[in-house]
């Protein structure tokens, strides 16, 4: 199998189908033909999330024709993000931390691509990272602003896969920067500041965030990140929610009605809920022993939540609750 006459290298931290967009641009071809051409008589590329869960013959194949290793296109899909965001991948459904795109055909109903407009502006060729995708990563620790997760001119999501459709007499498409549905260049979005509730917490996020974007080793590991998803999930729980909500709301002196339960799973929500949500669930792990005894003190939530639909715990985390019993709570709070 011979390599394609061109060839460049994905840039750092792209995302698979950034990579492969940009590989038929570089030789010429619309992508659609390129899929066709290159991959014929396999299954169409775009009706589902390759950076999600890629065909391992799509690894292989482009392996041989770019001269790169396939751990190294391994490493541009969300997969490889298994043993450091979360534990277990899932194929389908709610995959933790991992925004999903709602594919229809070969159309994005879901919010699920982020962007950060300085560095699409930035970029000598504008390319989208692999971290755009992660549901906690809600700002740009390099920029100091707020993601978008759509684009702002018509609302539509992102879907740079799809510039080139519809125009036949265009052969060297558009950059990935233009919105596919109203062609708006999504590089002169607005800049959003990031708002911040507490400042040692917020340090806290934000080192999680710059460890994300900028280097391959998290300031948390996977347990500690899967204790910060049960605490969005418990502040998005229809039970468990608005306590929470409210009480932090007024501990914090923040903004009345600043945000409520979304009652959907965190990764499903639009990136100002998130960026609330992960927030208040970084205020409690900060401290989060002494956080939970003021949380069920204050009567704001019952620790046999804590562990409500929790599966694979971490013992030192299920052990603390496990000592919250009714025979023991009373002793606890008083130490």
């Not at 040692?200 to 590991?221: P, R, V």
Request: contains cysteine.
């Amino acid at each position: 199998m011979s390599l394609f006459p061109v060839h460049p290298k994905p840039h750092r931290d792209e995302v698979l189908t950034s990579w492969v967009i940009r590989l038929a641009k570089a030789n010429g071809l619309k992508l659609q033909a390129f899929s066709r051409i290159v991959f014929e008589g396999s299954a169409d590329l775009w009706n589902r999330d390759i950076d999600r869960k890629p065909y391992d013959w799509l690894l292989t194949e482009l392996a041989a024709r770019t001269n790169c290793s396939k751990t190294e296109i391994y490493n541009l899909t969300l997969q490889s993000y298994k043993g450091k965001l979360f534990s277990h991948f899932h194929e389908v459904g709610v995959l933790k931390w991992i925004l999903p795109l709602n594919i229809y055909h070969r159309k994005r109903k879901g919010f699920g691509q982020q962007y950060c407009s300085q560095c699409l502006k930035e970029d000598k060729e504008p390319y989208f990272r692999k971290h755009w995708r992660v549901a906690l990563n809600t700002f740009c620790v390099k920029h100091n602003i707020m993601y978008r997760d759509r684009c702002p001119n018509c609302g539509y999501p992102v879907m740079f896969h799809r510039n080139e459709l519809g125009k036949p007499r265009m052969f060297d498409g558009p950059k990935m920067c233009f919105c596919t549905t109203c062609e708006y260049d999504l590089r002169n979005s607005k800049k959003q500041n990031v708002k911040i509730f507490e400042n040692e917490s917020f340090e806290m996020f934000s080192e999680l965030l710059s460890s994300l974007q900028n280097s391959e080793k998290l300031s948390l590991d996977v347990e500690y990140l899967a204790v910060l998803r049960q605490f969005c999930k418990l502040i998005n729980s229809k039970v468990t929610g608005y306590k929470i909500c409210d009480y932090l709301i007024k501990h914090l002196s923040l903004t009345k009605k600043l945000i409520s339960p979304s009652y959907m799973p965190f990764e499903n929500s639009e990136v100002l809920h998130r960026h609330y949500t992960i927030q208040m669930a970084t205020w409690i792990l900060y401290d989060w022993k002494l956080r939970l005894k003021l949380l069920n003190r204050n009567k704001v939530i019952r620790f046999n939540y804590l562990a409500k639909d929790f599966s694979n715990p971490p013992e030192w985390y299920f052990s603390f609750i496990e000592a919250f019993n009714r025979n023991r709570v009373n002793l606890i709070l008083n130490n």
